[in-house]
């Protein structure tokens, strides 16, 4: 079966096609992080700053060589799956088990750091390693994004987070110790991983026929070091924050960081979803030569800052009830630095695009300059910050470090400069394509209405 094969193109374009992709996964994942936030809000007010930021601390350590272990397949995955003849066999398994060897190698390197640097959160940091071992399986959503499956992917790791909500709750209630706690992640990596493979079989994948190819494994080795790189930069960016908090102000400081921090990404999440649906999309205009490839891309940017510039600004104005509402008044000291993580949210946005486009053009490499120079800027301001004012020292090198990555970088390099003209195109076309969409639904409606009496 051909991946190519079972992709086409949406007959529209412009943010109708946007419109329509957010839909039941959309609303599933968002419900996810919805929930997410209030439960990570009750467990914060169960464990108390400290203990909150133990954990959070612990993950943001661990996530790191999560993305190590990812080898930065997944848009390579993508773009290989919907390659017209693509070997799934092939494809799926050299990557898998390529992935696989990588995570159980980077267990063993997380447990000897663990017992001889961290023995104070050595279990902590072992209990979080676990998914390594199952971090591989997520392979497979590669094939549900490239087959546009996605609904049926997100209603499994809607699953797996169901039962990791119940083990939450259930911990809370009968004051489960701190292990368990990040033992529940565990839960929902397993079940989500049997869920996938589960449901991916049903559609007709067959994973026992993946085999690894070792000429195929180095060549995606080859084309995604780029993307690995990025990554882990990125993560860096992201989670190197709660690191550094917790080294310098120690765990209670690192837990109100952590409160802003997991409010924030509910916003953050809105690019990123965004950008799931529209990978696929772009890289079919990009190969099949559309004309209005480049407009598609610029409407991208422009949807992308209409949409997080009202998120911003309802978080700013809101930032001390979102905090006092969410984590209690104990958490209040996190409210200034929601207020600052807000203002990041337009940056990312923008380098979320940035990187997709970026990805369909085959140059993720000049993302690596951008983003470690703002990851170098990001470590200084917060040896410089984090000593005087703590979290919030943090959140504005966060500020800084996004805005010069993916905004200040984009015109200074010739690999970016004619995304500078992209950004601005796609400002300019909004208000059309705000217009052009309310006309298609009001003509939905009508049409609706038509054969309805």
């Known amino acids: 079966m051909k991946a190519s094969s079972q992709f086409t193109p949406h007959p529209r374009g412009g943010l109708h096609g946007m419109v329509v992709g957010f839909s039941q996964s959309a609303l599933l994942r968002v419900l996810r992080l919805v929930i997410n936030v209030v439960i990570t809000g009750l467990l914060a007010r169960h464990l108390g700053s ?125 004051h489960a110790p701190l292990g368990f706690f990040a033992l529940t992640f565990i839960i929902e990596c397993l079940v989500t991983a049997a869920a996938l493979f589960a449901r991916y079989h049903q559609l007709g994948g067959a ?52 409160a802003a921090v997991r409010i924030s990404e509910v916003a953050y999440f809105i690019p990123m979803l965004l950008a799931g649906f529209m990978l696929p999309p772009l890289m ?14 610029a409407d991208y940017f422009g ?14 104005f809101t930032s001390g009830w979102l905090v006092s509402l969410l984590f209690g008044s104990g958490f209040l000291p996190a409210a200034p630095m929601l207020t600052v993580h807000a203002w990041a949210l337009i940056p990312f946005a ?15 490499w000049a993302n690596i300059p951008a983003v470690a120079a703002a990851l170098i800027i990001n470590i200084v301001l917060n040896w410089l910050w984090i000593p005087a004012h703590g979290g919030l020292g943090a959140a ?16 200074c390099m010739a690999a ?24 298609r639904l009001r003509h939905s ?7 309805h009496p």
């Open 303 to 316: 949807v992308s800052l209409a949409i997080t510039l009202p998120i911003a600004l309802g978080i700013v």
């Open 350 to 364: 923008l380098g979320i695009v940035r990187t997709q486009y970026l990805t369909i053009e085959g140059k993720l």
């Open 207 to 258: 994973w026992r026929s993946w085999r690894w190819e070792k000429i195929l494994s180095f060549r995606l080795l080859r084309e995604s070091w780029y993307e690995i790189a990025t990554q882990l930069t990125l993560l860096m960016l992201l989670r190197l924050d709660a690191v550094m908090v917790q080294a310098m102000r120690g765990e209670t400081e690192t837990g109100y960081y952590s």
């Open 416 to 439: 970016t400069r004619d995304l500078t003209g992209l950004m601005l195109r796609g400002v300019i076309r909004l208000p059309h394509l705000l217009q052009d969409t309310r006309a």
């Open 50 to 174: 400290a203990g909150f930021g133990a954990l959070a601390a612990s993950l943001a350590l661990v996530s790191l060589l999560y993305t190590l272990a990812e080898l930065g397949m997944g848009r390579v995955l993508v773009r290989e799956l919907l390659r017209e003849g693509a070997d799934q066999s092939a494809i799926m398994g050299s990557s898998f088990y390529t992935r696989l060897t990588t995570g159980i190698t980077l267990f063993a390197v997380l447990a000897a750091y663990a017992f001889i640097f961290e023995p104070a959160h050595a279990s902590l940091l072992l209990i979080y390693g676990l998914a390594l071992f199952t971090h591989a399986a997520t392979d497979v959503l590669a094939w549900f994004e490239a087959e546009r499956h996605m609904p049926a992917a997100t209603w499994c790791q809607f699953g797996g987070f169901t039962l990791s909500v119940v083990a939450i709750v259930a911990g809370i209630i009968w």
């Open 396 to 411: 504005w090198a966060t500020l800084i470090a996004y805005s010069a990555a993916w905004v200040v970088s984009t015109p």
């Open 445 to 451: 409606r009508f049409l609706g209405t038509q054969s």
């Open 284 to 297: 079919q205009r990009k190969q099949s030569g559309a004309p209005d490839y480049r407009d598609r891309v």
